[in-house]
């Protein structure tokens, strides 16, 4: 099973933290927290992939998915801290160019 | 019983389309695990079919089939409710029946199992040599495993047949056209895969497709047989010289509303190969798996900046090219495939040893099948293979 962290921070701004594997099961979980982040006023989301040890297509199609409420909301979905297995899906999807993966979880909204 | 509601009854029977000739070891979890939990020494699931019953699966007795009219379950069936005779023998319905009189059973219990629309298609029984009745918990135990055995008798033949009407959509034969030949694997991680592959030769111009709907089963199976039946539709534009990235957008843009409603996205990578020359187009749609294999063993990997299909609505995608000499070898393939690999991120080395290795396309895809088999794929392993001859 998967846990998922989340931390509320000033200025609209959610950090996710999904620790483990965002498969098929998961993903429904994590695209429900997004969901109801941003409808919150949390426009501005950081998922931190640190600590998600595995990313497959539903994993990714609920970050996108989140990506898709944010910016309609006004806000953004920024990704950080992927490991080298999780990068891989992002790069090979091509997606790593709308996502592209910040180095640190505090500073991901700085651009 | 009506004969309209019989003749409805029978036709639900038919389309579970159950194979008498093999076991059914779902449903022999179950009736081994009733006698067991209920304290009895006999549960079947029956089907009544026809004129006859036969049972899905029997533990605690052999029995093969029975005239419908000798069975207990035929009157659970026409009740479509649950029936319990604490002692038949004195049963005026059933004291009769052969299985009371030469077979000693006095206990029965069996409840309906109903399929999606409401007909009765099976029972669940248990039967015992003593008379008996059910405290509260038994009946509880017994409503669940009925609940059970009915979900595993309905949804697995649905699955079943999802998954045979989803192979068929396959290319049914590999193409062998002068000096050339492809072929085609599909390995399901469930019943039905939300993976897809087609390819097809029309006027000297072969046209490969790969797609990779986000999810697995038969959601996933949906949307991909509408992807691969839009991308038909642009084979003739294709054929004619038309820019792959501009049919490719044309269909994203036409699938986008769906896409989007069903809060899925699929990556993609289709092709079209000039088959006198070996000049080959391509677009990707962040799929970024297809190794062109030349013949010397050098791999050139085929990929783009391009995202999947649903994800971006304004969103175009670009064809891209490159030759396919005499011995070169095209994969493509569904990042099913990278989780066999012991390093799925250095993909490129392991695969261009497996298509190196292999003396043609069948043989490649066997090796991959055993891999898919040998390693337990998670996810749907999906491959066509390209093999050019030599000059």
Redesign the interface.
Known sequence: MIEIEVDRREGGIGVVVPKGRLN?VSARQLKELLGELVSSGATRVVVDLAETTFL???G??AI??GLKSARQAGGDLRIARPT??VL??F?????D??LRPRDDVDTAFDD | MGTSTEERRQRAVESLALDETRSHDRLDRITRLARTALGVPISTVTVIDGERAWFPSVSGIELTELPRDQTFCDRTHSDGDTLVVPDATVDDRFKHLPVVVEGGIRFYAGHPLRDHTGNVVGTFCVYDSEARTFDADEQTTFEDLAAWAELELVATTEMTQAGRVQASLLPSRPIRVDGWSVDGLCVPALAVGGDFYDYGVAQDVLHLGLGDVMGKGTGAALVGAGVRAALRGTHAAVTAGVDLGITATQVARSLLPDLERSETFVTLLEAAVELDDGYLRYVDAGAGLALLVRADGTPVALGSDDRPFGVLPDDHWTEHSEQIGPGDRLVLFSDGLLDLLDDPVDWVPPVADLVSAAPDGVSLLRSIRRLALHRTALDDVTVVAVFRDSA
Request: hydrophobic share 45%; no cysteine.
């Open positions: 098929m497959d297509s539903s990714l199609g996108i998915a080298a297995t891989t899906v790069q090979l999807t091509n997606m160019k709308v």
